[in-house]
């Protein structure tokens, strides 16, 4: 891969990124919820999600679940059903919860475990993201050089892409947080997420194989 080659995956790359979807609303929602901590593990989530899709990409797998339409809509079933799980979720919980004997609403508990838990599965679930690297990657592989190092270089650019970006989502969600009332706006974004997460899960059992 030349650095030409790799300046134009980087920049498509991107553009993808910015595209607001499942793993950056994860992201906010995490950022409000537990800070800065929930932040990293929600992105360490992803990224090693991301690192299995590329070895699976890099090893043909991809390639084998676009042709296999059962498997392809067994995993898009899955993918679907848990982000509707996590919407209704958060929507059963939207209403801050009051101290024993204070009447003040108590803080949410990180577990880092089950936030990396959550966005490893929010990233890996989706049939799509796997196909999509599958068509993405091979575009810009050169095969005048060492196939498992170019691998090894766009999963590290996408890996750093994605860490960029999400803590810039996160960095402007926290600024905003900051200058809201806090109680209002955690609630505020429960019942918003959780709207969206069965929105997107509805989307994706919906959806069509491309």
């Known amino acids: 891969m030349t650095f030409h080659t790799w300046c134009l995956f980087a920049l498509a790359y991107l553009a993808t990124t ?3 979807g499942p793993n950056v609303l994860l992201v906010i929602r995490n950022t409000i919820r537990y800070g800065s901590r929930g932040t990293a593990a929600t992105i360490a989530g992803n990224l090693v999600s991301q690192a299995v899709v590329v070895t699976l990409v890099a090893l043909g797998v991809g390639a084998v679940l676009a042709a296999m339409p059962p498997l392809f809509i067994a995993m898009k079933i899955v993918g679907a059903v848990y ?3 996590l919407g209704v979720k958060q929507l059963r919980s939207a209403g801050p919860r009051a101290k024993p004997g204070t009447g003040a609403p108590s803080a949410p508990v990180l577990d880092n475990r089950k936030v990396f838990r959550e966005a490893l599965i929010v ?4 049939p799509k993201t796997l196909i999509f690297f599958c068509a993405f ?4 592989i050169s095969h005048d050089h060492a196939l498992p190092l170019q691998f090894v ?3 590290l650019t996408c890996a750093g892409i994605v860490a960029l970006v999400y803590t810039v989502y996160a960095f ?5 947080h900051g200058g ?3 109680r209002r706006w955690l609630d ?3 019942r918003g997420s959780g709207l969206i997460f069965v929105a997107l899960g509805i989307k994706l059992l919906t959806a069509r194989q491309a």
């Open 83 to 85: 982000l509707i799980y």
């Open 153 to 155: 270089v766009m999963y």
């Open 18 to 20: 910015l595209s607001p």
């Open 172 to 176: 402007s969600v926290r600024r905003l």
């Open 188 to 190: 505020t974004v429960k």
């Open 123 to 126: 990233s890996g679930s989706n």
């Open 180 to 182: 809201l009332g806090k």
């Open 137 to 140: 990657m091979p575009q810009f």
